[in-house]
C-alpha cells in the first residue's frame, strides 16, 4: 500500500511498497547529501525497501536533517558533504539538491569511487549532461536518476510489462499529461529562477520524455516542436507554469508531452498524471495517482483491445522492481534496472526542448 506521504503535494511523493530485499544487511550503504527537495523520501524508501541501509546524511540546515533521521534513523548526520564522500563503506550517495548543483554532487561521488543517484531533474544545461556522461566514461560507475513518474509507479510498470507482452500490438503513438499542484506558498526560492530549476520541461518534462523513450522502445527522439510560458502567474516571471512538446521516435512513433503548474485544489492528489499509449490491436490509458470521482486510490490501467475492455486496479499489486535492480546493478556491475545511456538521453531531449521552445504569453 501506498502511504506515508502527503498525496496532494507532489514534493512529497514517497509511496511505500512492500520490503523485497536483494542484498544482506549492511552491504550497500547510502549516502544522502543535500536535502533541498522532498523526493528524497522516495528515493531512499525505494532504496531501504530493496534492502540498502541509508546510513549518512549532510544539509547544511538542522531542520531537514532532523527530519530525515526521524524518518532514516540509521542515518549518522555528517558536518560536510566532504565527510561524507570519504566514508569509505558508502556504495552510492543520493541527493536531492537544487536542480542546476545536482550534477555537482555526482561528480564528487564519482571521484570519490561511489555510483550516485539523482532526483529529477539531474542536469539543468547540456554541458552538465557532457560532464556527467564523461565522468561515468572515466570511471565506469552508475548514475541513476529517479523518473519516478514511472519507475515509482505501480500502474506505469504494469503498463510497460502489456506493451511488452504486445497486449496492444506495436506502439502507434504515445501522449502524457504531467499536472502539478503549484502550492505556492510552501515553494522555496530557488523554484521561482530558470537558471536553478532549469525551465518545466527540464524539470517535470524529463519524466515525461523517459516514458516515451521507455513505452516507445526507442533509443532516441528527434524534437519537432516545444512550447513554454508563464501563463498566469504574473508575481513570478522566473516560473514557467506550462510548457509542452512533440517528438518522434527514432522508431517511428510520433508523441506528445503537456506538463503544467494547474492542478485546482479540489483534486485529491497533487496532479492528475496519465499516459495514452495507441498501438495496432488497442490502447492503454494510466491512470496514475486518481481515477476522477471514481476512486481516490491510483494506479489505473485501462486496456481497451480486439477482446474488450478491461479496467485494472494494480495498487498494491506491482511493487517497484528498479530499487532491487538498481542495488544489484551497483554491486553486481550489471544494467538491469535502467540504460545509462537512455538515462542521459531522456533530460538531453528535455533540455533540448526547453532550449528550443517557443515562449508563449
Not at 196 to 212: A, C, F, R
Request: charged share 30%.
Amino acid at each position: 500500500m501506498v502511504e506515508g506521504y502527503d498525496k496532494k503535494e507532489g514534493a512529497t511523493y514517497a509511496p511505500k511498497g512492500e520490503r523485497r530485499r536483494v542484498c544482506e544487511p549492511g552491504e550497500f550503504i547510502v549516502g544522502a547529501s543535500r536535502l533541498d527537495h522532498g523526493h528524497i523520501y522516495g528515493m531512499c524508501n525505494g532504496l531501504e525497501e530493496a534492502g540498502a541501509t541509508i546510513g549518512y546524511v549532510y544539509d547544511p540546515d538542522p531542520l531537514k536533517v532532523e527530519q530525515f533521521v526521524h524518518k532514516f534513523p540509521t542515518a549518522k548526520i555528517l558536518s560536510s558533504e566532504d565527510e561524507l564522500m570519504e566514508q569509505e563503506n558508502i556504495r552510492l550517495v543520493a541527493t536531492s539538491a537544487i536542480p542546476c548543483d545536482r550534477y555537482l554532487v555526482g561528480l564528487k561521488a564519482m571521484d570519490h569511487g561511489k555510483d550516485f543517484f539523482s532526483d529529477k531533474a539531474p542536469m539543468t544545461t547540456q554541458e552538465q549532461v557532457n560532464k556527467a556522461r564523461t565522468k561515468v566514461t572515466e570511471t565506469g560507475l552508475k548514475w541513476f536518476v529517479y523518473y519516478a513518474e514511472r519507475l515509482h509507479v505501480e500502474s506505469a510498470i504494469y503498463a510497460g510489462r502489456l506493451i511488452e507482452e504486445g497486449r496492444i500490438g506495436e506502439v502507434v503513438s504515445i501522449k502524457g499529461w504531467g499536472p502539478h499542484r503549484i502550492s505556492l506558498s510552501t515553494r522555496p526560492d530557488w523554484f521561482f529562477k530558470k537558471e536553478k530549476y532549469g525551465g518545466i520541461i527540464t524539470d517535470i518534462g524529463s519524466h515525461q520524455l523517459e516514458q516515451v523513450l521507455s513505452y516507445a522502445n526507442a533509443k532516441d527522439a528527434r524534437l519537432i516542436s516545444s512550447r513554454v510560458g508563464n501563463l498566469k502567474h504574473p508575481q513570478t516571471p522566473g516560473l514557467e507554469d506550462y510548457g509542452d512538446a512533440t517528438f518522434i521516435t527514432d522508431n517511428g512513433i510520433p508523441c506528445y508531452i503537456s506538463v503544467d503548474w494547474f492542478t485546482p485544489d479540489g483534486l485529491s492528489t497533487w496532479g492528475d498524471g496519465r499516459v495514452f499509449i495507441s498501438g495496432t490491436k488497442g490502447y492503454i490509458e494510466i491512470r496514475k495517482y486518481v481515477d476522477v470521482a471514481a476512486e481516490k486510490e491510483g494506479d489505473h490501467v485501462i486496456v481497451v483491445d480486439e477482446k474488450g475492455e478491461n479496467h485494472y486496479r494494480v495498487h498494491g499489486k506491482v511493487g517497484f522492481p528498479f530499487f532491487g535492480r538498481m542495488i544489484r546493478d551497483c554491486l553486481d556491475g550489471t544494467e538491469t534496472a535502467i540504460g545509462q545511456e537512455h538515462t542521459f538521453r531522456a533530460i538531453e531531449l528535455a533540455i533540448e526542448a526547453e532550449t528550443k521552445a517557443v515562449v508563449i504569453k
